[in-house]
């Protein structure tokens, strides 16, 4: 086991540039083994999915086997795969009536679950983070749509369509008895439409660490994409390490490192500008679009890594800091500690400066789980 167990960012591979969710088949996930112990191995997991790569290591007697991982993955591509056209999302994206609902049986329970925790994080972050934000990533190239030259009549057109609000769209589960039945979603607006790309993945990470647990693994770590979840420790007895890449271009070759965290039982996700964008008239338009103006956010804020109980909030978090910018996401991202205590958030930014330097900010609970590369490692 390395010094460092897995970098947070993007994985600087051709299909993680394909920007959105551009799934792969997942029979390519294999599973390696390294002998430690008569009774104790570790395994390793990792193949494509989500446009990107997955890694799942954890120790243990017993290995899990593959298709447990493939069947989590393969649940989330066909709810909520936007580049997956029979994807339930795109039917539900795709349905224009505001005289019926759009029913379905949400068998897992991924749909409440997902909805719950997005409108719980869109409340707590003012609407910085807003699923509705999907026709604007279409509007703005980062989506399905080829990109065009965006006016300001073309933006204002959308931003009415925006916004998790049930008078726009709304979801009802239905019982007898207390058991479910089905799930109704309800358009007011038939213009609106989902994408949860800024909190699936992390969502994705969660549940691939249940299925581990429910065979029997303690010790884990689960990363897709750069979101990552850890449980217990490493084969050595010594918490997981994380590396935050520094915010620059380094799609080929070598990615610095801006820190290390050593991370048990939270998860740990990053958002930033720095890989994902294009540059129009001279002008950088990032992926992250602000559900407040309809534009590609434009501050100094290249990088949020977030510390929470579990990668979906983490996930969500890290976007909202990100379309509020470095102030307000600070001011954001305090609050929202002082709110929820239990969920154990800590926050580290990475900003840009005028004198092409990096102005760091980090929250007081780190402690000595957050090193900085200059500093020495202990082995």
Known sequence: MTLVDKRVGLTPTIKAFLLGWAFVVFASGCVDSKDSSDDHQTFVHHGDTQGTTYVVKYHGADSVPQAVLDEVLESIDVEFNLWRPDSRINALNAFDRTDSVFAFDDTNRLWSVMWDRSLEIRKASMGAFDPTVHPLVDLWGFGLKHRTEVTQEAVDSILVHVGMTTDRIDMTELETNRIYDVTHIRKGDVHTSLDFNAIAQGFTVDLMGDALEENGVVDYMVEIGGEVKCKGNRPDGQPWRIAIDRPVDETWGERPMEAVVSIKNAAICTSGNYR??????????????????????????LSATIRAVDAATADALA???????PDSGREFISFYRQEHPEEMIEAFFISATDEDAFDLWQTDGWGADLVPVDQPLNP
């Open 319 to 325: 976007t909202a800091c990100m379309v509020w910018g």
């Open 276 to 301: 994902k964008f294009y540059e129009s008239d001279g002008i950088r338009r990032s992926h992250t679009i602000s559900p407040f103006t309809g534009y590609p956010v434009q501050h100094t804020l």
